[in-house]
């Protein structure tokens, strides 16, 4: 009912920037949340930052806090994630998630198919 399309990923040297983009389209008036992860080959999908829908607060795991940037254009129902100082452990395929406030879940249940981040050395 929700469908998420990550875009802008790519291959940049350690200490580059790369902005993601992500758009959102369906049934989206009732959004909850919109939000980043990422994850690694081998390892466990991880929080990244989001924002809740309503209020705007975003959210962001305190180790990229410094580096990384959350923002939302709430009219086109997108959201960004502006990635600066990119290290080599940034490498990961990021993935779009939204809580859709469809499911009366609490928890994000639509994904995007995710966008390739890879940080050279």
């Known amino acids: 009912q929700v469908q998420l399309v990550e875009s802008g990923g790519g291959l940049v040297q350690a200490g580059g920037s790369l902005r993601l983009s992500c758009a959102a389209s369906?049934?989206?008036?009732?959004?909850?949340?919109m939000g980043w992860f990422r994850q690694v080959p081998g390892k466990e999908r991880r929080f990244v930052a989001a924002v809740n829908w309503s209020s705007g607060k975003i959210y962001y795991t305190d180790s990229l806090k410094g580096r990384f940037t959350f923002s939302r254009d709430r009219a086109q129902n997108m959201v960004f994630l502006q990635m600066n100082s990119l290290e080599p452990e940034d490498t990961a395929v990021y993935y779009c998630?939204?809580?859709?406030?469809?499911?009366?879940?609490?928890?994000?249940?639509?994904w995007g198919q995710g966008t390739q981040v890879t940080v050279s050395s």
């Open positions: 369906g049934r989206t008036s009732s959004l909850v949340a």
């Open positions: 998630a939204a809580d859709t406030g469809i499911n009366w879940t609490r928890d994000y249940d639509a």
